[in-house]
């Protein structure tokens, strides 16, 4: 398997002069809308101003410090017409361009690999409809998650997905990632819940699939491919999705247990007693308990006595609060009559229960601050997920780079385990080659021999662009390669990234 170490910048794509800028600012009306550190050719009547370097850095560099671009343009348009114009013009001077969104991506796949153009989507953020009877909503795809939340919470509605990222993260990018999140257990994935989206195809086209219908068999569902396309194929720029009604009840427990065996146990007893009612059930190792204690920014409380092995997070979203808090009530009862967990404890108003939630949302920024976070984002079955954990831990204790001071400082267990997602933060003291040797390709191919996915939610970015083959067969690899040709034949759509096999 190739190594995107060996990349190199492609020389099919042109480089951008000020006379490609100058065309840009034809199109977008606002000197604002530009932002480039390439100087206008002297002498010229200049319509823009090139800036220092440093004020690209938010846009070249992803959310980790990862993964960094050197792309002198970016490119902020307002409406779907300016995409399309400017894609018009990149595609006939074999531009290449990477669409961002929130830039909340955690697989490199937002940021330039080299000087690639960025189109910022932020500016597409109005609100197109809301239908109060049916719950469905039609945005633009630069929305923020959470002020969209906000928007139709007035109405009584909720967005069908919640991540921790959800005051940076645009619906767009959710849409491009296939965002999976903190209720995928009861809301399911964007693939249900999308209903049409307005796309702008690599030479310009719009293609308006912008429906409200929940039902609509007319042909191949080509929205679907671009739910998870990660950029690679379309910029979308409009989003219609199915909201549900927001709950009037809501619950937070926590758990804590001293084996992951007593994990899997409670998530069937947790079905079983409140499986109607369950709207997430999460799950986080002591490590990464112990990692939000010290590292989190903002102070989270540790609501238990001592510290316990698993902590599993519980959310209820019902219609009638008293009766949810009964199910709650007894089901801790019957878990620690019958020792199933050590300790727990129920949110008793809305502060808690936000402190509660913050014992697990905490855990990527916590690790973020703790130091380099190689992040590993896996599906497989439930029963396996912590046995990789263990082994990881052992793989490093072998080569004598785990514990304090040492390269690696922490290896944090936690996920969706409702959905069989596991997420594996290993925290250096530096992005070391040589620790990434360690980890790869060993976690991908224990990953691939139980029948697990190398991206659960997080999808293949940079990172994972040689990856794939570890979880689809050649055959599906071949025919996704011919539908990125189908619709970008010059490849100028965020390239680099996705499937590079
Ligand atoms: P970006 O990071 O800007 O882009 C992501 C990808 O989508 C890139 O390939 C980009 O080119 C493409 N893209 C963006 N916008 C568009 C568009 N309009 N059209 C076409 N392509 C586009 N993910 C989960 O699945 N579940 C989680 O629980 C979760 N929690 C997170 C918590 C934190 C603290 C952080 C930082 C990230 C988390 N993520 C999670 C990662 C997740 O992928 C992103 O948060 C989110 O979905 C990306 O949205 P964005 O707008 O930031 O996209
Ligand atoms: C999460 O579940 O917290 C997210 O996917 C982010 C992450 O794993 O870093
Ligand atoms: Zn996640």
């Known amino acids: 398997r190739r ?57 070249n560099n992803d959310w980790m410090n990862k993964y960094h671009g050197k792309s002198q343009l970016v490119l902020k348009p307002k409406t779907t017409k300016e995409v399309s114009e400017i894609m018009k013009y990149c595609h006939s001077k074999n531009i290449a361009v990477v669409p961002q969104g929130g830039n909340t991506g955690l697989v490199g796949g937002g940021v330039p690999v080299f000087d690639e153009v960025i189109i910022q989507l932020g500016g ?30 007035e109405k009584g509605y909720m967005m069908p997905l919640d991540l921790g990222a959800k005051g940076s993260c645009h619906i767009g990018g959710n849409v491009a990632t296939n965002a999976g999140g903190l209720r995928f257990l009861r809301y399911g994935s964007l693939h249900g819940n999308v209903l049409g989206l307005e ?20 042909g191949f569902d080509l929205k679907q491919l671009f739910i998870g396309s990660e950029g690679t194929i379309g910029l979308i720029t409009g989003v219609s999705i199915v909201t549900p ?3 009037s009840a809501m619950n937070v427990a926590v758990f804590a247990l001293d084996s992951y065996e007593a994990v ?70 019957h878990l620690m009559e019958e020792g199933m967990i050590q300790d727990g404890v129920l949110a008793q108003d809305e ?47 072998e080569h004598g780079v785990h514990g304090e001071g040492k390269d690696v400082g922490a290896v944090c267990g936690y996920g969706h385990i409702g959905d069989g997602n596991l997420h594996i933060n290993i925290v250096a003291k530096s992005y070391d080659e040589k620790i990434e040797n360690i980890i790869e390709p060993y976690i991908y191919e224990w990953t691939s021999e139980v029948k697990g996915s190398v991206s659960a939610e997080h999808g293949l970015g ?8 570890y979880s689809k067969t050649p ?25 590079q096999v």
């Open 264 to 333: 899997q146990t409670v998530f069937g007893q947790v079905k079983k007693h409140c499986g109607e009612i369950l709207s997430a059930f999460e799950f986080f190792d002591q490590t990464s308990f112990d990692v939000v204690q010290k590292h989190a920014t903002a102070h989270v409380r540790d609501p238990f006595e001592a510290r316990h092995p698993f902590y599993v997070l519980i959310e209820t979203s019902g219609s009638n609060k008293d009766h949810d808090d009964e199910k709650l009530q007894v089901l801790l009862e």
């Open 3 to 59: 190594s995107l170490a060996t990349v190199a910048r492609s020389d099919v794509f042109a480089n951008i002069s000020a006379a490609d800028i100058e065309a840009f600012a034809k199109i977008l009306p606002s000197p604002s809308q530009i932002l480039t550190t390439i100087s206008p050719e002297s002498g010229s009547a200049a319509s823009y101003q090139a800036v220092d370097p440093s004020e690209l850095d938010t846009f």
């Open 462 to 469: 940079l990172m994972k662009a040689t990856k794939i083959g």
């Open 245 to 247: 009604r927001r709950p």
């Open 475 to 499: 055959e599906s690899i071949e025919y996704m390669k011919k539908i990125k040709d189908l619709f970008d034949p010059k490849g100028i759509l965020n390239p680099y990234k996705y499937i």
């Open 124 to 153: 597409l953020n109005q609100i197109r409809s809301f239908d109060e009877v049916a719950g469905t909503l039609v945005c633009d795809a630069g929305c923020i998650l959470e002020s969209l939340d906000n928007h139709i919470a």
């Open 351 to 397: 502060t808690q229960l936000q402190g509660l939630w913050a014992l697990r949302e905490s855990i990527p920024e916590a690790a973020g601050k703790m130091g380099k976070v190689f992040k590993y984002d896996l599906s497989m079955p439930i029963n396996k997920m912590y046995e990789l954990v263990l082994d990881m831990r052992k793989r490093f204790d």
């Open 199 to 218: 796309v702008v195809l690599p030479d310009g086209t719009v293609m308006d699939n912008l429906s409200t219908l929940r039902k609509d068999n007319t």
